[in-house]
C-alpha cells in the first residue's frame, strides 16, 4: 500500500479531525484548571508579607520602576 507517498492527496476523516480537536481543548481547559489551584495553594502558604512583595514585583514588571 502506497499510503505514505500519497498522503498529501487522502482526505481526512472529518469525526477523527473533531475528535482531535475536542482533545486539545479539554487539554487546555485542564492546564488552566490546574494552574489555578496551584496558584491558589501558594497563595495559601505565603505569609501577608510575602504576598505583598510579591504584588510589588508584579506591579513593578507591568508598569515599571517607580519615577
Do not use: D, I
Not at 22 to 40: F, G, H, P, V
Amino acid at each position: 500500500m502506497r499510503y505514505a507517498t500519497y498522503r498529501h492527496m487522502v482526505k481526512k476523516n472529518p469525526a477523527a479531525v473533531a475528535l482531535g480537536k475536542m482533545k486539545s481543548a479539554k487539554k487546555a481547559a485542564s492546564s488552566a484548571k490546574n494552574a489555578a489551584k496551584a496558584t491558589k495553594a501558594r497563595l495559601k502558604q505565603q505569609t501577608p508579607e510575602g504576598r505583598a512583595e510579591q504584588a510589588k514585583k508584579a506591579a513593578e514588571a507591568r508598569w515599571g520602576k517607580k519615577r
